[in-house]
């Protein structure tokens, strides 16, 4: 580790120090970033636009006076490089080290504080040097349950995105354990794109990217061709794949605000057929962004007249109930309960989300509650001779776990009672072992004091 004592340059030490060992690391060649490096990194690879990274630094003006340093916190600090979180110097630097590397940057004005300084810390037009330790990158998390991470080799020239809906223009490079097996040029509609045989991984970064863009996804199983696999492209179930994607262009198709109600009716239309032919072809988490989609077209709309909102309400009610069959596909048996009761709120006589309510709320070991549901789908239609078979397991269930309940707390108060009786003699034998010793020194002391009476 490089300690500031290590780096004790200041002034015109600190400018011959960077002018024969350092390097120019800026786009432009300009002298703005002169590097130096102290200690060489681990592994060869280096962060990628947008990786979070986790440095520890120090910084100083070419008087060697010390305005701030991580160590100092005893914390080190993380951002996602690259993407203007910080100095444009750190942006720059961080990019060209290695994990593990020590390094230190002169930095002009121009890419540190500029003509401002910073408070009474920096001057204005102030250069500043900075020691950086590169600990650790990773990439960019897209999805909350880690299983989209993005990378980025090359960054997209403006700040537009794909949005849901558009048709993209990709060139892909997929790989699996080193293995490329999919090169091509494709286009496809954003949402869609199950239907070109390219996975949801790669389908769900593209409102991420920008034109021009080249990154690297890397897609658990879930986002990538899940428990099926691809045997087409000798994928086993449940790999893990990569996917290089250049996001060559983009059409955007029209936002949710650009259109008016019919608009979204028809294409509500449209997305239920797509949804139901994904379902139906078993790629369950498809069609859970199809039925989403009609969501969060028509849940804030409100119709004109009641046949309008009929519809609406109609269209939500499918979704939400094709949603619960999607989830208990994939056994998230908390969003089935969400989407249920969203069917509920609109309609609370619903056979159907009664009905898959119940069923989530079963396999979850709720039986009091799931027995409820049942018995309420029997109010709606008491001939649903599948709610009388699910009440049956719900009570059947519920004596079992009864049952396993009563031995559960009998082997639990035999064993207190076992307990009891076993401290209980452990306890009578201290007090015994006790009165034996009081016993014999009483004993002992008798038998002395009648030996000395005797002598007297």
């Not at 004592?5 to 300009?30: N, R």
């Not at 305005?67 to 951002?79: A, G, I, L, Q, Y």
């Not at 040029?185 to 954003?190: N, Y």
């Not at 046949?307 to 998230?332: G, P, V, Y």
Request: proline share 3%.
């Amino acid at each position: 580790m490089t300690t500031d004592q290590d780096l004790s340059m200041d002034g015109p030490a600190a400018s011959a120090e960077f002018a024969t060992k350092g390097v120019d690391v800026t786009p432009k060649k300009d002298q703005g970033i002169i590097k130096v490096v102290k200690r060489q990194g681990q592994d060869g690879e280096s962060p990628m636009i947008g990786d979070k990274v986790t440095i520890h630094y120090t910084g100083k003006l070419l008087t060697g006076k010390k305005f701030d340093c991580s160590r100092d916190r005893k914390e080190s600090f993380s951002f996602n490089v690259g993407k203007g979180q910080v100095l444009k110097a750190w942006d720059i630097g961080v990019l060209s080290m290695q994990r593990g590397e020590v390094c230190t940057i002169l930095c002009k004005p121009g890419y540190a504080y500029g003509s401002t300084g910073n408070s009474d810390k920096i001057p204005p037009n102030s250069s500043v040097t900075f020691e950086i330790e590169l600990l650790k990158f990773e990439g960019e998390t897209l999805t909350e349950d880690g299983g989209i991470v993005r990378r980025i080799k090359v960054k997209g020239d403006n700040y537009l995105n794909p949005n849901d809906g558009a048709t993209v223009e990709v060139h892909l490079e997929g790989s699996c354990d080193g293995r490329l097996f999919d090169t091509r040029d494709v286009t496809f509609v954003v949402s869609e794109s199950e239907d070109k045989g390219v996975p949801l991984g790669v389908d769900r970064a593209m409102d991420k990217m920008q034109k021009g863009e080249c990154c690297i996804l890397h897609l658990s199983p879930k986002y990538g061709f899940g428990h099926k696999g691809k045997p087409e492209f000798k994928i086993d179930p449940d790999k893990d794949v990569v996917y290089e994607v250049t996001l060559k262009d983009f059409k955007r198709a029209k936002e949710s605000w650009e259109m008016d109600l019919q608009e979204k009716l028809n294409l509500a239309f449209e997305t239920k057929h797509k949804g139901n032919l994904y379902y139906k072809g078993g790629h369950y988490y498809q069609a859970v962004v199809q039925y989403q989609r009609i969501i969060s077209w028509l849940e804030m709309e409100c119709g004109n007249g009641l046949e309008q909102q009929n519809r609406i309400n109609n269209f939500l009610s499918m979704a939400h109930l094709n949603l619960a069959l999607c989830f208990l596909r994939i056994k998230d048996f908390s969003q089935v309960v969400q989407n249920c009761n969203k069917v509920i709120e609109i309609d609370p006589c619903n056979e159907k989300g009664l009905y898959r309510r119940g069923e989530a709320r079963l396999l979850r070991n709720e039986f009091t509650l799931a027995l409820a549901d049942f018995q309420q789908v029997l109010q709606v239609n008491a001939d649903n001779r599948a709610a009388r078979t699910q009440i049956s397991i719900c009570r059947s269930k519920m004596k079992e776990y009864h049952e396993l309940d009563k031995k559960t707390y009998a082997n639990m108060f035999q064993k207190f009672a076992e307990r009891d009786a076993k401290t209980g003699r452990t306890k009578r034998k201290q007090e015994e072992s006790v009165s034996s010793s009081i016993n014999g020194e009483v004993g002992i002391k008798r038998r002395r004091s009648q030996d000395r009476r005797s002598q007297q």
